[in-house]
């Protein structure tokens, strides 16, 4: 068996995709490994299907799922491996995502619930929903621009919900890590690069991305909850507007 299968999924976006296999090909992990290229320009079926696609094809003991619009820096695929083979709980592994200047890119979520919504709309809890850069090793969900899946969450938790098209993804396989009891760890000595968003720019205008996000949340969320968790998020920032006119 291969050690790792580097997975990869193209949509419309040659040039990063190449850029994206150079980089693992320039700083290759010390283990057997294979990369797996899945094109959904022609065919799309959407961010869970055209990895579960690569999933279903490797031949590794881990998988590696990378962003077409990621870069590995060297070493960053040898730590997350060494760590997920010393830590048994651990389902998945993300590394520390970079802006193209070298700043750190938040990279992860708390999850999202209806009490947190309230205590950062109307408690001024700053940040509870918000994508952030974690202090501490163990996060509740990471994004899965590059997320390295260990064998036992394979087994456990198995492919991503091909319900979700786009978004959302992370949070539902998050939610299956934390009911398997296995974690999802950070860690920052290991680096990738993330031109964010530039691999799912065709799908709309920059002025409708955020209408991506609304099937997957109804999912995830359920109906009803993907309408109570945004009017609570609504009527939070109504209530912080209306007190900065009233009150000053």
């Not at 695929?77 to 193209?100: S, T």
């Not at 950070?186 to 955020?210: C, F, M, P, R, T």
């Amino acid at each position: 068996m291969i050690d790792l299968s580097v997975i990869i999924v193209n949509y419309k976006t040659p040039k990063l995709t190449e850029a994206c296999v150079s980089s693992v090909k320039k700083h290759p992990p010390k283990v057997s490994y294979e990369i797996i290229v899945i094109d959904n320009s022609f065919d799309n079926v959407g961010f869970a299907g055209g990895n579960n696609k690569g999933i279903k094809k490797a031949k590794g003991k881990y998988i590696l799922l990378l962003n077409s619009d990621t870069e590995v820096k060297k070493g960053s695929i040898d730590r997350l491996l060494e760590f997920a083979k010393y830590h048994e709980d651990a389902g998945v592994v993300a590394p520390k995502l970079l802006n193209p200047d070298g700043s750190v890119q938040a990279s992860v979520f708390r999850f999202p619930t209806f009490c947190r919504a309230i205590q950062q709309y109307f408690l001024k809890e700053k940040g509870l929903l918000d994508k952030y850069v974690p202090n501490t090793n163990i996060v509740e969900v990471a994004i899965m621009a590059a997320y390295l899946i260990t064998p036992t969450c394979l087994k456990k938790v198995g492919l991503l919900n091909e319900k979700y098209f786009m978004y959302f993804e992370d949070f539902d396989y998050a939610r299956k890590i934390k009911k398997a009891n296995l974690k999802i760890y950070y860690l920052k000595n290991s680096e990738v690069i993330h031109h964010h968003g530039a691999s799912g720019i065709s799908l709309a205008e920059n002025k409708d991305q955020w209408k991506r996000l609304i099937p997957s949340s109804k999912i995830y969320h359920g109906t009803l909850g993907h309408y109570l968790i945004n009017a609570i998020i609504w009527l939070g920032q109504k209530w912080v507007l209306t007190k900065k006119i009233l009150f000053g």
